[in-house]
């Protein structure tokens, strides 16, 4: 399989058009309709998340 064949199956996935740019203002205005329609996180979600980015990444920070 292409690259670019990847890449439109990957577009369709996430419901954008293939090939379609990614300055589309149209797309980012969908983008964010969905996003001001979504729930608040809760802090559980807050903490889980921030948790995930903070992990070490350096083996001698783990074993810390």
Known sequence: MTNQQT?????ETLGRPAGADHGDAAYWARIRRIVDQAPAFSDHQRAVI???FHQPTDQK????
């Open 61 to 64: 920070e783990r074993a810390a």
């Open 7 to 11: 890449t439109a199956a990957a577009e």
């Open 50 to 52: 921030r948790a995930a």
